[in-house]
């Protein structure tokens, strides 16, 4: 899309340059138009050789006639009309989408008696055809602008784009490229004769490249000048900043960019700036104002598109974590009208559910649906396709693990045991995790543990990145099966990698667990001795006091941690596997 971007740009600055053709500036400018359809269709493109002749015919025969009358004139005259013939030439090539005749033609030109203006100008053209061909190659683009002896800056701007674009991808050549733009876009403020090229674009292109280098604060200060450059691009600048503000976590600044960028009504970028004003609540655990602003959104009259869905998907959850708390505190009626109000949403909504695409909305739709129907005790018909309709997409695209392992995960929280086991059935072979959940979820716990085993993943955790996953869940399923002994010979494994894994979030919260499994065993084991147990206990309970200790204050306790003073434990640790606890 940049490389499509940089050649309009090309063509813009693009000009009539040819002295003697100044006759025909009408059939150029018309020229232009046909050339601004080429970017947008690929009609022009097809468009035969005959054609593109005839079209050329009248045009080119000027030209014979005025190079027929030069014959007597001195060479350099005669060289420059020439030249002004392949121009043409390469400028109708170039239009009509045959990159390559128009590079060949511009190659015909004789630089000699070419002023460095004329000559910059030809190599522009030049490099817009690797750009518009079907496999874009910017940097022989970027190669042929570097032959431009001084570059206007208008051409270093193109250049700076270019460099920052080709980086993308791998990180020592986005650092170099980067750079490389950098050099490029000062060279260009520096310039003393710039005319076309705005100062507003500049200093927003050098906030972009800091942004991609994570150099926020830099990207944020150069944002902020081109905005006050009167920069024609003020809500693409205004959204920007809010996201960088958002990402350092400074919801107030972020917020009010947001909420300009809504209220100047810059329709490029309201709704993705509406979502990120729903996230802000959404963080700071204001689900209700959340839930609002995301309802407001998808009432926007915008075509459906991936912000959208993801609105949706949020919307959804913010419904699910209300009525999940409505529930809680025993106010059933409310969790209905919670849930009620949430599907019509939905449906209000119109934005398919069917696309494979959308298909995580489907679910959380379906988990919405689900919650509704059991407060109801009815089997809503609905639901049940929904979740059919997931089986069916998973069938067609079997080779998308990732996706398939978090649809089960889904599925398997809203209680779909079934669907979950036939996905993980149908990757087990060749995804370790799957395998294994899909022993979970059947409750298999011999077959899970022999798969455990065969694969050697409870000896030495490092060997796969979900090996302490794996170790934790292959002793909570010893602990299920009342094999305490088995769980203590895994204990020593898994706390040596997890106390060394502190800094891990996902290490620390199963850690925490896994001492709460331990006092457990302590207390159910009848094989321990009482005094012995009760000392295992205290030893586990400050453990987890330890831990909680050095990463949170008390009031700052996450969620998924319940202080409960009852009986002989000090804290019982309970981890939320629901889905609005993910």
């Not at 015919?57 to 009358?69: A, G, R, V």
């Not at 906030?207 to 150069?222: M, S, T």
Request: with cysteine.
């Amino acid at each position: 899309m940049m490389y499509r971007t940089l050649a309009i740009f090309f063509l813009f600055q693009f000009s009539c340059h040819a002295q003697v053709v100044m006759n025909l500036k009408e059939r150029f400018e018309s020229l232009t138009n046909r050339a601004k359809s080429c970017l947008v269709t690929e009609e022009i493109e097809r468009r035969n050789n005959a054609e593109l002749e005839l079209n050329m015919s009248e045009p080119i025969n000027q030209l014979d006639i005025k190079i027929e009358k030069y014959k007597k004139a001195p060479p350099d005259n005669r060289i420059r009309v020439e030249n002004g013939k392949h121009r043409m030439i390469a400028f109708f090539y170039c239009n009509n989408g045959n990159y390559l005749r128009c590079q060949k033609e511009l190659k015909k030109i004789n630089i000699a008696v070419e002023d460095a203006s004329e000559i910059e100008k030809d190599k522009r053209m030049y490099a817009r055809c690797y750009l518009l061909k079907k496999k874009p190659d910017p940097h022989k683009a970027l190669e042929t602008l570097k032959e431009i002896e001084v570059p206007s800056p208008e051409t270093l701007f193109i250049m700076g784009t270019l460099a920052t674009s080709l980086g993308k991808g791998n990180k020592a050549e986005l650092k170099k490229y980067c750079n490389e733009g950098l050099k490029h876009y000062n060279k260009c403020l520096d310039s003393p004769i710039r005319k076309k090229v705005n100062d507003a674009l500049i200093y927003q292109q050098i906030g972009n490249i800091f942004y991609i280098l994570g150099r926020k604060e830099e990207a944020y200060q150069n944002w902020e000048k081109s905005r006050k450059t009167n920069s024609t691009q003020a809500g693409y600048l205004t959204y920007f900043m809010g996201v960088s503000s958002f990402e350092q976590k400074d919801y107030l600044n972020a917020k009010k960019f947001f909420e300009d960028v809504v209220r100047m009504n810059y329709e490029d970028w309201k709704l993705e700036s509406q979502y990120y004003l729903g996230l802000i609540e959404f963080e700071n655990d204001r689900i209700d104002e959340a839930r609002e602003i995301f309802r407001k959104s998808i009432s926007f009259n915008i075509k459906p598109n991936p912000v959208k869905i993801d609105i949706l998907r949020k919307m959804i959850l913010c419904n699910l974590i209300l009525a999940e708390k409505a529930i809680q505190n025993n106010q059933e009626e409310t969790a209905k009208s919670i849930l009620d109000s949430g599907i019509k949403d939905v449906e209000n909504s119109q934005l398919s559910l069917n696309d494979y695409k959308n298909i995580d909305a489907a679910i959380f739709y379906g988990v919405m649906r689900r919650l509704r129907s059991n407060l109801n005790n009815v089997n809503d018909i609905k639901t049940n396709e929904l979740f059919a309709n997931v089986i069916k997409h998973v069938n067609k695209n079997r080779h998308k693990i990732p996706i398939l392992k978090e649809i089960a995960g889904i599925l398997y929280l809203a209680n779909e045991t079934i669907g979950a086991s036939q996905i993980y059935e149908k990757i087990k072979d060749v995804d370790i995790i799957s395998e294994n959940n899909y022993y979970c979820v059947d409750k298999n716990y011999k077959m899970f543990t022999e798969s455990a085993f065969n694969l050697n993943i409870h000896l030495n955790p490092k060997l796969h990145e979900y090996a302490p996953y794996l170790l934790f869940n292959y002793s909570q399923f010893y602990y299920e099966s009342r094999n305490f002994m088995k769980v203590w010979q895994l204990s020593k494994k898994f706390v040596e990698y997890g106390e060394s894994h502190l800094h891990e979030k996902f290490i620390y919260e199963l850690l925490i667990q896994h001492y709460h499994t331990l006092i457990k065993c302590c207390m159910e084991d009848t094989s321990i001795p009482r005094q012995v147990a009760l000392q295992c206990q205290r030893k586990y309970d400050n453990k987890i006091s330890r831990l909680l200790d050095e990463r949170y204050e008390e009031e700052d306790l996450p969620e998924y941690v319940v202080v409960n003073n009852n009986n002989n434990s000090d804290l019982v640790i309970l981890l939320a596997y629901e889905y609005n606890k993910n």
